[in-house]
């Protein structure tokens, strides 16, 4: 079990659906293979929710692969909120809201062992948020401000705005739309110089989960440095998506 979301983070995000359910006329307009994508990923009569609430497991890089288990609270256009229990020692939360990223985490629950926040930080979690909006599909139709491009068949572009972040998710999806793989330009430091930049983020989606109305990646892995020689240093997250629900269904 992760780390219970704060009541005053629930409230800054979580947020009604439309007052609307999934239909074809969401996609007038977008290139067919975003059509293709968000087709597969929501089920028809799925409401047009903007928060999901995901229960996941898996293994981050901290030195060596350890085992976490977390709970999520996750709005693409607003921020989540990320507590999770890592080999039974450490316990902890990564935050985006109101435009301010923070991480806080205590071993045995009494010392503190990371305590960030800060411009740096606000901007890479934002990154972050733009990362994970692959499980909440419904939250990256047009209607929500998301603006959708296709190079080819499949390599997808979604743009939208975080606060006062431009962010740009590059997706690659299969035949039948689903994702197989993501990247994103992140702010961070991930060689620990001390001085921050842009660096590619993202990773492969390895199987897919069904929830209540859509079909998102459920097992995967993330890290820096994504699409260059240098992945195979930088993966740092390994997923599998135990639940998921869509806020307000």
Request: proline share 6%; glycine share 12%; net charge positive.
């Amino acid at each position: 079990m992760g780390v219970a979301v704060p009541a005053g983070i629930e409230r800054r995000l979580i947020r009604p659906p439309a007052a609307a359910v999934f239909t074809e006329a969401e996609l007038d307009g977008l290139p067919s293979p975003v059509r293709r994508y968000l087709r597969y990923a929501i089920a028809k009569g799925t409401p047009l929710a903007s928060t999901a609430r995901l229960h996941m497991r898996g293994h981050l890089k901290l030195g060596r692969w350890l085992p976490f288990q977390a709970q999520q609270l996750l709005d693409p256009h607003h921020g989540f909120h990320w507590g999770a229990r890592v080999a039974g020692l450490m316990s902890g939360f990564d935050c985006y809201a109101a435009g301010q990223g923070q991480m806080r985490w205590k071993l045995a629950g009494l010392l503190p062992v990371m305590v960030a926040d800060g411009p740096d930080l606000s901007r890479s979690a934002a990154g972050r948020v733009a990362g994970e909006a692959m499980w909440v599909p419904t939250a990256l139709l047009p209607r929500y401000g998301v603006d959708w491009s296709a190079v080819d068949d499949r390599h997808l572009t979604a743009r939208w705005r975080i606060d006062t972040f431009e962010v740009e998710l590059q997706l690659v999806v299969d035949g039948t739309g689903r994702l197989r793989s993501s990247v994103f330009r992140r702010w961070g430091d991930p060689d620990h110089t001390g001085t921050f930049g842009l660096y590619p983020c993202g990773g492969d989606v390895t199987s897919y989960a069904g929830f209540r109305g859509v079909s998102v990646p459920g097992t995967g892995r993330a890290g820096w440095f994504y699409g260059t020689d240098r992945w195979p240093e930088g993966e740092f997250f390994r997923y599998q998506i135990t639940s998921l629900e869509l806020i307000g269904q």
